[in-house]
T-cell receptor, first 113, second 114 residues
Framework: QKEVEQDPGPLSVPEGAIVSLNCTYSNSAFQYFMWYRQYSRKGPELLMYTYSSGNKEDGRFTAQVDKSSKYISLFIRDSQPSDSATYLCAMRLNPGSARQLTFGSGTQLTVLP | DTAVSQTPKYLVTQMGNDKSIKCEQN?????MYWYKQDSKKFLKIMFSYNNKELIINETVPNRFSPKSPDKAHLNLHINSLELGDSAVYFCASSSRLALRVEQYFGPGTRLTVT
């Protein structure tokens, strides 16, 4: 079993829809949770990160972490065709360590005009 | 003003050859990484350097050897390339100071071994 599980999709939604992307994980020691967006043939770019449980909002994006369920989500409101990309969740242990990020396998999202 | 840059962007080579990929960051970060992304988009850590010191060395064949001449550069040399090495290789950087957790990725090097 992978440490981080993510539904690979593909996921297609009409423009304006609310998108929900999710990851589950098995290591309860993860403390930092990130979402990266990767456009085709580009490097991942950091969208949001949250520490421990809770919500964080940034414009049309909301990240949620539920540590008790080992479940994280990214919501995209009023989705746009420019949101079409692969979304990768990532997690890491405490920031003082040199541990790498552990990634989900990514969900491919297409927003149709 | 690119933050993390990699060269080359594309690399096509034959089995058995030796090749290198270079990475540079101008963010002032002290930690750099190499990740491998397979055809299914799964990103897996290979190596990490902090202040030129190797701190993460995941289960990677000995044919892969990272080198960090200074904090801003991390190169990846691959000997005796095999078909299974075909993937996209990403360099990333972060700062352990100020307890920042974000990693910033380069554009990737698409390696094709024929």
């Amino acid at each position: 079993q992978k440490e981080v599980e993510q539904d690979p999709g593909p996921l297609s939604v009409p423009e304006g829809a609310i998108v929900s992307l999710n990851c589950t994980y098995s290591n309860s020691a993860f403390q930092y949770f990130m979402w990266y967006r990767q456009y085709s043939r580009k490097g991942p770019e950091l969208l949001m990160y949250t520490y421990s449980s809770g919500n964080k909002e940034d414009g049309r994006f909301t990240a949620q972490v539920d540590k008790s369920s080992k479940y994280i989500s990214l919501f995209i409101r009023d989705s746009q065709p420019s949101d079409s990309a692969t979304y990768l969740c990532a997690m890491r242990l405490n920031p003082g360590s040199a541990r790498q990020l552990t990634f989900g396998s990514g969900t491919q999202l297409t927003v149709l005009p | 003003d690119t933050a993390v840059s990699q060269t080359p962007k594309y690399l096509v080579t034959q089995m058995g050859n030796d090749k290198s990929i270079k990475c540079e960051q101008n963010l002032g970060h002290d930690t750099m990484y190499w990740y491998k992304q397979d055809s299914k988009k799964f990103l897996k850590i290979m190596f990490s350097y902090n202040n030129k010191e190797l701190i993460i060395n995941e289960t990677v064949p000995n044919r892969f050897s990272p080198k960090s001449p200074d904090k801003a550069h991390l190169n990846l040399h691959i000997n005796s390339l095999e078909l299974g090495d075909s993937a996209v290789y990403f360099c990333a950087s972060s700062s352990r100071l100020a307890l920042r957790v974000e990693q910033y990725f380069g554009p990737g090097t698409r390696l094709t071994v024929t």
